[in-house]
């Protein structure tokens, strides 16, 4: 069973920093199609960046030059470390899985939030 985990949000000021991290158990991270994702209040859920199963790499405009995905596959855990955060940022976010290979539909199913297996979810808060 693909169970996913995550922590690290928290309130922070803007400017400031912070990684999540997401655990992952039932498969191995570096086969899936994997990446975070955020959702405001009254907004719809968006992918911020995701790493395809053959290490392919997307950000979101918003978020490129301060977010940074990685994975460390011994630990099976995805990292997003956050920096030069703004209020903007303020949201739940989701890690998530697809064990369906992406191809060239890699980068519009990351920003849909086209993934079948998720987390929680983890709150975010940057206070101006």
């Known amino acids: 069973e693909v169970q996913l985990v995550e922590s690290g949000g928290g309130l922070v000021q803007a400017g400031g920093s912070l990684r999540l991290s997401c655990a992952a158990s039932?498969?191995?991270?570096?086969?899936?199609?994997i990446g975070w994702f955020r959702q405001a209040p009254g907004k719809q859920r968006e992918g911020i960046s995701c790493i395809s199963s053959d290490g392919t790499i997307y950000y979101r405009d918003s978020v490129k030059g301060r977010f940074t995905i990685s994975r460390d596959n011994a630990k099976n855990t995805l990292y997003l470390q956050m920096n030069s955060l703004k209020p903007e940022d303020t949201a739940v976010y989701y890690c998530?899985?697809?064990?369906?290979?992406?191809?060239?539909?890699?980068?519009?199913?990351?920003?849909?939030?086209?993934?079948?297996?998720w987390g929680q979810g983890t709150q975010v808060t940057v206070s101006s």
């Open positions: 039932g498969f191995n991270l570096d086969e899936y199609n």
């Open positions: 998530a899985a697809e064990s369906v290979p992406a191809g060239s539909l890699f980068e519009l199913m990351c920003r849909r939030a086209d993934f079948g297996s």
